[in-house]
């Protein structure tokens, strides 16, 4: 192997913008700087070569997160995400009504305060999102976020370091931080156009109302006829419970399906990066389903959760990163710059 | 003035530049010789620092050579460029000022620059 060739793989360190607008020269700058007979490198220049090629890539990597292509997509998703937590808030609710109805015949005179002040305070945040008010919107999503916590502590004081008990929150977390780095609401409006925002809206109200069906599926309503031999009874329970599940993993199915088709509608640009941050958190949701008891309404009641114990928390911890990662791989390559400078169309 | 002041390579690579465009050796050589020896700049770290002053517009290509199939491109100083020279080294000449008057107090050589 030559001295060039040697040098040449050092280059190869930079990203390829910077070997495509330096690299001959520089090659020219080594060769002529090297002795007569120098078969290697100085360690003193690959040492330099490597960490400046260090530092333009992690500045690359910087400037990279910090375009307004990445806020525009945080935009898109933190609106997307706040109209669906106001459709999530709202879903106990219409289940609770929902129960009470199937099972007194009317509707109950009040369902408890706290899922009232959590509808009402996302409802609340839709609004600013949707008047495009950036200044309230995130402010806002932030103050819900904390009142969560707060509620959440008072209702589970044995819980508290039990992350699975947080992961409703941490969704709101979530959507808080997408509408503060985001280039602002007005602008994620703009983006998702009246056709993006219908399916989100749509989406919402599948997600709001889909438990109204619940209670004429579910295993204690109506009860089994009687006097039923005990294998029947278990037979229709199991359906029943089989059925509550399934129609919970379509709602799920349904609403991911809703919000793809609106993330569909944006911009190219935008919409690979906004993949690329939902990607990642539907799968980490998706695993938190599939862990919990209560996840996807207990999918086949007589088993345990899929997930459950360490298999979960190792899905958890190696699924979302290995997606935003390939996400941004992909990413990188379909948007690499040319020799032109004019990156792939 | 709000600029932030020049690091010690981009002074004197402005510096090597004010005299005559030179490619990227030329520029490693008349740095040595500026610098009496004491700044040897590797070409990592002269890339680096070529590209952030011809982002901020203080030097530009002058021109591009082929010799012996390999590519030397020339660069210069640009009117901000020159500018931002003059004035980096008054604010290092009033250092120096400041700097030499008080040693001549402590009765130091360093004062009699």
């Known amino acids: ?131 495009g008010w950036r200044r309230i919107a995130a402010p806002a999503a932030w103050f819900v976020v904390c009142t969560d916590a707060v509620l959440l502590l008072a209702r589970h004081p044995d819980q508290r370091l039990d992350p699975l008990t947080w992961w409703a929150t941490m969704l709101e977390a979530i959507a808080a931080v997408l509408l503060t780095a ?57 359906l029943r419970q089989t059925v509550v599940s399934g129609l919970a993993l379509g709602t799920y199915l349904a609403v991911a399906a809703l919000i793809a088709w609106s993330i569909n509608t944006t911009d190219p640009v935008v919409r ?39 298999a979960g928390w190792a899905a958890l911890l190696t699924v979302p990163p290995f997606l935003a990662a390939l996400g941004l791989l992909l990413l990188r390559r379909r948007e690499r710059v040319g020799p032109s400078g004019v990156p792939p169309v | 003035m709000t600029e932030v002041p020049l690091r010690e390579p981009a002074f004197l690579i402005l510096t090597a530049l004010a005299d005559q465009p030179q490619h990227g050796y030329g520029v490693i050589e008349e740095v040595r010789r500026i610098s009496d020896g004491q700044v040897r700049l590797q070409a990592g770290t002269l890339y680096a620092v070529l590209d952030r002053l011809r982002e901020a ?14 590519l030397r491109r020339y660069y210069k100083l640009t009117g901000l460029g020159a500018r931002r020279l003059a004035e980096e080294t008054v604010r290092l000449r009033r250092n120096v000022t400041v700097a030499g008057q008080r040693l001549r107090k402590l009765g130091l050589s360093g004062g009699a620059a």
């Open chain 1, 272 to 310: 690979r990066r906004a993949v690329i941050v939902a990607a990642p958190l539907a799968a980490a949701l998706a695993i938190v389903q599939l862990s919990v008891d209560e996840g996807f309404s207990g999918l086949v009641y007589v088993l345990p959760p899929p997930l459950s114990g360490t």
């Open chain 1, 182 to 238: 985001s280039s602002g609401p007005r602008r994620g409006l703009r983006l998702l156009a009246r056709r993006g925002l219908v399916l989100a809206a749509v989406a919402a109200v599948v997600e709001a109302l889909a438990p109204v069906i619940e209670p004429f599926l579910a295993q204690d309503w109506p009860p089994p006829p009687a006097p039923a031999p005990l294998p029947e009874f278990y037979f229709f329970a199991s």
């Open chain 2, 57 to 70: 517009g203080l030097i530009e290509v002058d021109r591009e050579e082929v010799v012996q199939s390999r």
């Open chain 1, 1 to 131: 192997m030559t001295l060039e060739t040697r040098y040449r793989r050092l280059l190869a360190w930079y990203p390829a913008e910077h070997r495509a607008r330096y690299a001959d020269e520089m090659l020219g700058v080594l060769m002529d700087g090297s002795s007569p007979g120098q078969r290697y490198p100085r360690l003193r220049e690959s040492l330099d070569l490597l960490t400046t090629a260090t530092w333009r890539r992690l500045g690359q990597a910087r400037a990279g997160f910090t375009d307004s292509r990445w806020a525009d997509a945080s935009a898109v998703l933190g609106v997307l995400a706040t109209i669906l937590l106001c459709g999530k808030a709202v879903r106990p609710i219409s289940s609770a009504l929902a129960y009470h109805i199937a099972f007194y015949g009317y509707a109950p005179y009040q369902v408890h305060w706290s899922l009232t002040l959590r509808a009402a305070l996302w409802a609340g945040v839709t609004v600013a999102v949707l008047g």
